[in-house]
Each structure stands twice: as structure tokens, then as C-alpha cells.
């Protein structure tokens, strides 16, 4: 959740939840960096390989920043959906299940992990293999565990990190990835790598970052020890009658049949399926749309801990399926905007001069604040959301 949400406010798209921190004297960062090195000596990395990853170790404010600050506000399910689930997203998803077919396939078959769910979790995780994260591993992680944020727990991920590369399973500087030390195609953290990640091209190394088949298949692997079930959907949308007072919530899990006697149907009229259970979610209320969801949408929950996520890979892998979108609207007469869109605001925000910045489709607080100017100027209400209505004002329709 927090690599998506970063995604979506980008570099500088958070504020501190607790106000300016002090970054440390240099002197004492240095004498942290040097313990967590003599650290990372003792848990058995040799020297030769701690050298190489120490070297030219700096602070690095960006990746303590990033550690310590929490996003802003909570983002619309709405807008959330409407950045991971995109048009290119999809075209990008169909160009991939076609290039990877047979791969995916025979994940499919090994694993029992239906493959569209696979393709939508690359593309969620890694925008099928193109966004890995840009900080490096062995830098970034002293400098968020020197930076106070949970120093055991980081400091663990790291020497986890070096020992794939002292496995010879991916290079060293090849370890690039989220300031928290999730990386490659299936951003995975390096302790979830060394229990999960398998060698599925079988060339002799686990390689999430470099070969297709091991990320598809390492995320396979971790769907199914997280309890992924064959056959079965990760669920569907709903309809839930409107004086609906049963249960809500995805633990609170009932045969389909029981979901029949509440008056609860699929949003698409076909029938219930006969088999498996399931709990109702409603991400935006009473009034946006409803889902029956199943232990495999558990599954996807337990790879990033938020129902928005799993919603977003269930449906993305819906889509990349075939199948159509949500009958059920989200409950905004403004919605949220894809990343090409993102990025046409910005650019309209620099060519009306309410924007210095780059047009790269992440929204900071400095984009936010040029859209509170625009809206402003447009009379609506200043709320810095990039949504249709002020993208639309501002392209003059
Ligand atoms: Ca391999």
C-alpha cells in the first residue's frame, strides 16, 4: 500500500506526520552506518561483497523522509481504482498475456494461480516489470534503519538483501528498489524473496528482477502458501438490497447460498457460484459498489495489506480477463483520473502558469497546490484533488 500510495503523491507527495524532523548530525550517521556494518560482517556476508555494497554509502534524506512520513490523507477508493486500473494498464496487461502466454501458463498450471490475477499484480507491483524503484538497496536501508524506523527490522531486510547477492542470484547492483527494500518484479522484501522466490526458468538463480518466469512464478508461490485456492474467484460485484442490515466485512465469510436468503445477487445477473465462501465488502458504502470476496482475495490482502489493493488487482485481472467494468458507479459525480490524465493536468497546470514542476503524473504537495490555485480561479472548491472536473475546466471543455 505504502509503494502504491507513493506512486500515486509521488517524490515528494507526503507530509510529515509529526511535523520537521532534524536530520542526524553526520557524525553520528556515520558512527550508525559503521555499526550496521559491523553488524552486517557478523551475520556472515563476506567482506568483500559488504565493501562493495558500503561503498560511497551518503545520507540519503529521501529515502529517511520517505521512512518517516505517512500519506497525507486517506485517497478515495474511486481515485485509487482509476490509477491502477487505466486504459494502459490494460493495454499494457494484453500486450503482456500475449508476449508471456506461454510462461504465464505454465505458472498457471504449477502453481494453480490463475494467470490474469498474475499478469494484474505485475502490473500493479511493477508496471509489468518497468517501475522497480530507483533506490539502491544496500544505501537506502541503513540510512531508513540509522534514521530510527524499526532499525531491528531493517537491518534484518538488509542482510537478507546481501545474502541473495552472496547466493549469486541477482547482482549486486542490480538491487534496486523501494526505500523499504522491496524490489523487482514482484517488489517483494528480501526476507519474503528468500522464503518465497523460486527458480522457474531454472537456470540456477532466483531472479525477481531480471527473468520473467522466476517473478511470475515467485508471486504464484506466494499467493498459494497464502492460502490461494484453484478454481475458486477472488470474488465479484453485487447487488445488495437496499435495506440490507446482515453482515459486512471480508473475515465474516458464508456459502453463497446463505448470501441468496439476504437478497444479495451478482451485478451481472448470472448465478451465485455453488461453491466456496465468502464476505461482503462495500470499499465506498451502501452507496458505491459491493463484493462478495473469497479466501483468495485474503490471499491478495496478505501480499499488500489493504481490501483497496486486492480490489484493485481482483478487477485489474477481471478486466485483463475480458470481462467488463464495475456496473455500479462510484458514488462521486467527479471521478479520478488515469495516469495519462494525471499527466495532462500537469501539463495544462504548467502551460496556465500554475505549475513549475514536471509533468510526470505523480501529485505532490506542490501539484496539489497548484490545482487548489486553479480550482480557486475556476470557482469550485479548492480541495487540491486531481479529478475529470478540473482537468476538464482547465482544457476548456
Ligand atoms: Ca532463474
Known amino acids: 500500500m505504502t509503494r502504491v500510495l507513493r506512486r500515486l503523491f509521488g517524490a515528494c507527495g507526503v507530509v510529515l506526520a509529526a511535523g520537521l524532523f532534524a536530520p542526524p548530525a553526520w557524525a553520528s550517521f556515520e558512527s550508525c552506518v559503521k555499526a550496521v556494518r559491523a553488524d552486517v560482517l557478523k551475520a556472515g556476508i563476506k567482506p568483500d561483497l559488504v565493501d562493495a555494497a558500503f561503498k560511497g554509502i551518503a545520507f540519503d534524506e529521501k529515502a529517511v523522509r520517505f521512512s518517516r512520513t505517512q500519506p497525507e490523507y486517506r485517497i478515495a477508493i474511486w481515485d485509487y481504482m482509476a490509477f491502477l486500473v487505466d486504459a494502459a494498464r490494460l493495454a499494457d496487461g494484453a500486450k503482456m498475456l500475449s508476449a508471456h502466454d506461454k510462461t504465464l501458463r505454465a505458472v498457471e498450471k504449477a502453481y494453480g494461480v490463475n494467470r490474469f490475477v498474475l499478469a494484474a499484480l505485475w502490473g500493479v507491483e511493477s508496471d509489468y516489470g518497468r517501475e522497480k524503484g530507483d533506490f539502491f538497496l544496500p544505501h537506502a536501508l541503513p540510512n531508513v534503519v540509522c534514521g530510527g524506523k524499526k532499525p531491528a527490522v531493517f537491518k534484518a531486510e538488509l542482510i537478507q538483501a546481501l545474502r541473495i547477492v552472496q547466493a549469486g542470484d541477482v547482482k549486486l547492483a542490480d538491487l534496486t528498489g523501494s526505500w523499504a527494500g522491496a524490489f523487482g518484479q514482484t ?91 465468502y464476505g461482503l465488502i462495500r470499499p465506498a458504502g451502501r452507496s458505491g459498489p459491493s463484493f462478495l470476496v473469497s479466501r483468495n482475495f485474503d490471499a491478495l490482502y496478505s501480499y499488500n495489506a489493504a481490501e483497496s489493493y486486492a480490489l484493485a488487482i481482483g478487477h485489474l485481472s477481471d478486466r485483463l480477463a475480458g470481462k467488463g467494468a464495475l456496473k455500479t458507479p462510484w458514488p462521486t459525480d467527479d471521478p479520478g483520473l488515469s495516469r495519462v490524465e494525471r499527466k495532462r493536468l500537469q501539463e495544462l497546470l504548467i502551460r496556465q502558469g500554475y505549475y513549475k514542476g514536471e509533468a510526470d503524473g505523480r501529485i505532490g504537495p506542490i501539484t496539489v497546490a497548484a490545482i487548489k490555485e486553479a480550482q480557486k480561479k475556476a470557482g469550485m472548491k479548492p480541495n487540491g484533488r486531481p479529478s475529470k472536473r478540473i482537468l476538464n475546466a482547465l482544457a476548456g471543455n
Do not use: C, H
Not at 192 to 213: H, K, N, Q
Open 187 to 277: 517488489q517483494f522484501m528480501p526476507s519474503t524473496y528468500r522464503r518465497l522466490a523460486v527458480d522457474f526458468d531454472r537456470d540456477g538463480r532466483r531472479d525477481t528482477i531480471r527473468s520473467v518466469p522466476d517473478a511470475l512464478a515467485s508471486a504464484a508461490n506466494f499467493l498459494d502458501k497464502a492460502g490461494w485456492q484453484s478454481g475458486l474467484p477472488w470474488g465479484f460485484e453485487v447487488k445488495v438490497p437496499a435495506s440490507y442490515k446482515g453482515p459486512v466485512g471480508r473475515s465474516r465469510k458464508a456459502p453463497a447460498s446463505a448470501w441468496t436468503k439476504l437478497g444479495v445477487t451478482r451485478a451481472d445477473g448470472s448465478a451465485l457460484p455453488s461453491s466456496g465462501s
